[in-house]
């Protein structure tokens, strides 16, 4: 976007969070656009970087979307230990269960292809590999 704004050019975003990846990363941004005469407009937020004020309150309302961002972060983690710590599985089930995994392992010892295996399961082939790598780097 950098490479083709052109001076008097505005750029609209919906959210100033949308438009950088922190307050300093979105105050380096806003600089560069500055320089090139190029002015951003944020819908929700109701900045438009073209006057004095707009710089002012896109600073501010960046550093509240930097800070409501770590805030959610935060929560996030902290909700799923407290879930770990209730012994709850967090993420995604395994696609094979242990005892799937011993018995794909007898089916290869006895000369039996992974793509047979891999649909006899219904999963990937990928997914019998990475199977049978946690089964022989596990403790």
């Not at 976007?1 to 950088?20: A, F």
């Not at 656009?33 to 501010?60: C, E, H, P, Q, Y």
């Amino acid at each position: 976007m950098l490479e083709t704004v052109q001076s008097g050019d505005v750029i609209i975003v919906w959210k100033l969070d949308r438009l950088g990846r922190s307050v300093r990363n979105l105050l380096e941004l806003a600089e560069i656009l500055k320089s090139k005469n190029v002015t951003i407009r944020s819908i929700s937020d109701g900045i438009d970087t073209g006057g004095a004020l707009g710089g002012f309150l896109m600073t501010i309302l960046g550093a509240v979307a930097e800070l409501e961002r770590e805030t959610i972060v935060e929560r996030v983690k902290s909700g799923i230990q407290a879930a770990r710590n209730r012994g709850i599985q967090v993420g995604r089930r395994r696609a094979l269960s242990s005892e799937s995994c011993k018995d794909i392992i007898k089916s290869i010892e006895c000369g039996e292809r992974i793509s047979n295996i891999a649909r006899r399961y219904n999963v990937s082939r990928a997914t019998v590999y990475r199977s049978i790598a946690n089964i022989c780097h596990s403790p």
